[in-house]
């Protein structure tokens, strides 16, 4: 069954994702809970989100989601060298992501509670900033700042960010070289507002595909690739 109606959906009108819940009856209340909270969030209309296949090792429970940031229109205000791009016919993806709950109501000791949220956020970025010793901090920084800007109470925190640089030889030497930044995190709800967690999620995904950000005092990382 489908617990959201479709015209609710993220894709339709920028609201809370459509979670499937099939057997909802059998899963325990904490649970439940979880998945109304995570329905009622408003995620930035910019980041797209769906429900995607959760894993199925990590905990009893889980619920997974993803988003995609595109190319915005011609009529999303575009900052910076996007402007003298003409419109694509088909939009580029700019960043993209991953939001995992996961739930065990007996807990686990590196979680300290009984909830923890895993995310993961991708874009590609100017080849300028490939080099840039300081853009796995710059991210991790962000990270910390957006949750807090939000208002997600969490607890054991911890993740990577990765930089990698692809470059191509022999037959494929035409292709040109790409710089991507991964940020891989998780942490440990510690209030009732999970919602929040996705909020804050989607738009660290908008934020690293560049857009401008909507809460004051929230930077989006520099020079992210647009052409």
């Known amino acids: 069954m489908t617990a959201l109606d479709p015209a609710g959906s993220a894709r339709g009108r920028g609201l809370g994702p459509q979670i499937s819940t099939p057997g909802i009856d059998e899963l325990p209340e904490s649970f439940r809970s979880a998945l109304g909270e995570l329905r009622r969030a408003r995620p930035r209309h910019q980041a797209l989100v769906e429900e995607i296949p959760a894993p199925v090792k990590l905990a009893p429970y889980a619920v997974a989601l993803r988003a995609e940031v595109l190319e915005p229109s011609a009529k999303t205000p575009v900052h ?10 088909e939009p580029d993806m700019l960043a993209t992501g991953r ?11 590196t979680w300290g509670g009984t ?38 109470e969490h607890s054991h925190a911890g993740g990577t960010a990765t930089r990698i640089l692809s470059e191509s030889f022999g037959s494929l030497e035409e292709r040109r070289a790409s710089n991507t930044v991964e940020l891989r995190a998780s942490w440990t709800p510690t209030g009732s507002h999970l919602g929040r967690h996705l909020e804050a ?11 401008p950000p909507l809460p004051d005092g929230v930077v989006a990382l520099p020079h992210v690739r647009r052409n």
């Open 99 to 109: 939001f995992i709950l996961l739930h065990d109501p007996q807990g686990q000791e």
């Open 115 to 152: 909830f923890r949220v895993v995310i993961y956020i991708r874009a590609e970025l100017d080849a300028d900033m490939g080099n840039d010793p300081l853009l796995a901090e710059v991210a991790w920084t962000w990270l910390s700042d957006s949750l807090d800007q939000c208002g997600v």
């Open 201 to 211: 999620w989607a738009d660290m995904v908008c934020s690293f595909a560049g857009l």
């Open 80 to 89: 910076g060298p996007a402007r003298l791009r003409p419109a694509p016919e």
